[in-house]
Nanobody
Framework: QVQLVESGGGLVQAGGSLRLSCAAS????????MYWYRQAPGKQREIVAS???????FYADSVKGRFTISRVNAKNTVYLQMNSLKPEDTAIYYC??????????WGQGTQVTVSS
């Protein structure tokens, strides 16, 4: 069964930090790129960061310098270290992979709420 399980969200004050984790099931074959997306209330889902198997990261301009994406290939896991959080970072955060993304599969996500 294909699964994406996100965790690590919560309520934090502005300026604080959170570390999100995502485990993709081993049944997902040939993962190349892993992603973090987020969706804020009333807004479209947007990409936050991505990372290739070789460790090359990409960041949305809004999170550059504050968020760090990393992964453990052998475990099909991806992490998102979020520092200097702002109220506008409040959203549900989702991970995904290139394999599951093109098939329209999404996990439940994890809620991040940043209070001012």
């Amino acid at each position: 069964q294909v699964q994406l399980v996100e965790s690590g969200g919560g309520l934090v004050q502005a300026g604080g930090s959170l570390r999100l984790s995502c485990a993709a099931s081993e049944r997902i074959p040939s993962i190349n790129i892993m992603y973090w997306y987020r969706q804020a209330p009333g807004k479209q889902r947007e990409i936050v960061a991505s990372i290739t198997t070789g460790g090359r990261p990409f960041y949305a301009d809004s999170v550059k310098g504050r968020f760090t994406i990393s992964r453990v290939n052998a475990k099909n896991t991806v992490y998102l270290q979020m520092n200097s959080l702002k109220p506008e970072d409040t959203a549900i955060y989702y991970c995904n992979t290139d394999y599951t993304l093109i098939r329209g599969f999404w996990g439940q996500g994890t809620q991040v709420t940043v209070s001012s």
